[in-house]
């Protein structure tokens, strides 16, 4: 899996806990203090579309009063989420989890039934990971998250909501990645995206790669609908919410 967009200091959050099913595309809605920003490859829409409408269904939870809602994160990087959902056919409590640095294989999430002072239960991931088992507790300086033997103490992180919401998308057979900053983006060919989702509470620059599938071409990039670019590597300044698509076209 290629290098994430996170780091303990950027605190990432909300890994798993709002998504949007839609004509078999899922996306992860990720909110950072500053900036929040995903990528997924489409060949994982079906499998985690199932996967965590598992999840979600798994466990029964009726409200109860819960002081430890929102997120938290320590200073290794490990991040919570805790959130009612009615929305959904089991409400519950919602918890994702972040242990470490990969989107996809350090994740978990379900909702988690109370038992007495805490939520407990398993976890659904989107990786090769096995499920967890967790307790979280309310503590004084926010939450307490016990799996696997070890022991977490988190305290509750404030976040932004993003004012300028960018998606990268593609037409045709090709592939897309990005980074923030004037660099290229370092591609991981094994893991190729086709869509991604960039949220800030600021604007930012960031450059764009689009290279094509075997037997595609690279044509140009649009913008809200309107020709950009025929360059396949671009730099841009985000200051307002847009919509960018790779175009490609079959040999």
């Not at 909300?14 to 060949?43: E, Q, Y």
């Not at 829409?45 to 798994?58: E, H, K, Q, Y």
Request: with cysteine; hydrophobic share 40%.
């Amino acid at each position: 899996m290629k290098k994430q967009v996170f780091d303990s200091h950027a605190l990432l959050f909300n890994a798993l806990s709002v998504l949007r099913l839609k004509s078999s595309t899922l996306m992860f809605m990720l909110v950072n203090n500053a900036n929040g920003d995903i990528k997924m490859k489409k060949t994982l829409f079906p499998f985690v579309a199932v996967l965590l409408i598992v999840s979600l269904v798994a466990c029964t939870a009726k409200k109860q009063d819960w002081s430890a809602v929102g997120y938290f994160g320590d200073g290794d990087g490990n991040l919570v989420s805790v959130t009612w959902m009615d929305d959904i056919d089991e409400p519950g409590w919602y918890v994702g989890l972040l242990l470490g640095e990969d989107l996809i294989e350090d994740s978990w999430g379900g909702t988690l039934p109370r038992k007495g002072n805490s939520l407990r239960g398993t976890l659904s991931t989107l990786g090769s990971k096995a499920p967890l088992d967790v307790t979280l507790t309310a503590e004084e300086t926010g939450l307490k998250l016990e799996t696997g033997g070890r022991t977490f103490h988190l305290t509750p992180v404030e976040t932004s909501v993003a004012t300028i919401v960018v998606t990268i998308n593609t037409e045709g057979s090709g592939n897309i990645d990005w980074t923030e900053g004037a660099n290229a983006p370092e591609i991981d060919p094994e893991h190729p995206y086709q869509s991604a989702y960039i949220g800030l509470a600021e604007p930012a620059v960031h450059t764009f790669l689009a290279w094509p599938q075997e037997g595609w071409e690279f044509v140009k990039w649009t913008k809200n609908g309107e020709d950009y670019s025929t360059d396949a590597q671009i730099t841009v300044l985000l200051d307002v919410s847009a919509d960018f698509v790779a175009v490609f076209s079959n040999l």
